[in-house]
T-cell receptor, first 114, second 113 residues
Framework: GEDVEQSLFLSVREGDSSVINCTYTDSSSTYLYWYKQEPGAGLQLLTYIFSNMDMKQDQRLTVLLNKKDKHLSLRIADTQTGDSAIYFCAESSDYGGSQGNLIFGKGTKLSVKP | DVKVTQSSRYLVKRTGEKVFLECVQDMDHENMFWYRQDPGLGLRLIYFSYDVKMKEKGDIPEGYSVSREKKERFSLILESASTNQTSMYLC????????????FGDGTRLSIL
């Protein structure tokens, strides 16, 4: 079945850029999402990209999509301690279907050191 | 702003009890989802609903049931709670059509003793 893979941990220094990577297997993926989860909270939608795009930028966030390699990345510029959280990659593979089920990766825990 | 409200942030129950987790939305969205989140396992889909009184099993429905009598409310029921159901439970909603994102509540951390 479909699968989404992420590395489990990433540690960076405050002010550096963070790059969180994700690979997926479903070639029919239409939208890919990044969610952020702070300790003890639910998932917050950060950004998403349509599969016919290769890049999307939103303030400090840059999403890159390599559809050929099924690789998605999230770059956070000037990483701050408030960016410490778990980041989930997710893909949606039903073509505008009514159900909107997502396949999630296991999440990457980002630790930002002062 | 999308608002998804889960009735409790923390809940402690005993083995064998019947447990109700409630999720309420104010967005009139058709689709609602229940997940559980466990360390090292990520998010796993328990049940979802795409309309009132409609429900579909997710990946791990065993030991759970759901109820959706009104569009805005989706309840997860643990018929007879067991210790292996200790987990973080997350509710999500989604609007019908296209690839709209899911929006999540803050979660309920449930402990079964």
């Amino acid at each position: 079945g479909e699968d989404v893979e992420q590395s489990l941990f990433l540690s960076v220094r405050e002010g550096d850029s963070s790059v969180i990577n994700c690979t997926y297997t479903d070639s029919s993926s239409t939208y890919l999402y990044w969610y952020k989860q702070e300790p003890g909270a639910g998932l917050q939608l950060l950004t998403y990209i349509f599969s016919n795009m290769d890049m999307k930028q939103d303030q400090r966030l840059t999403v890159l999509l390599n559809k050929k390699d099924k690789h998605l990345s999230l770059r956070i510029a000037d990483t701050q301690t408030g960016d410490s959280a778990i980041y989930f990659c997710a893909e949606s593979s039903d073509y505008g279907g009514s159900q909107g089920n997502l396949i999630f990766g296991k999440g990457t825990k980002l630790s930002v050191k002062p | 702003d999308v608002k998804v409200t889960q009735s409790s942030r923390y809940l402690v129950k005993r083995t064998g009890e019947k447990v109700f987790l409630e999720c309420v939305q104010d967005m009139d969205h058709e689709n609602m989802f229940w997940y559980r989140q466990d360390p090292g396992l990520g998010l796993r889909l328990i049940y979802f609903s795409y309309d009132v009184k409609m429900k579909e099993k997710g990946d791990i429905p065993e030991g759970y049931s759901v109820s959706r009598e009104k569009k805005e409310r989706f309840s997860l029921i643990l018929e007879s709670a067991s210790t292996n159901q200790t987990s973080m439970y997350l509710c999500a909603i989604r609007s019908y059509g296209g690839n709209q994102p899911q929006h999540f509540g803050d979660g309920t951390r449930l402990s079964i003793l």
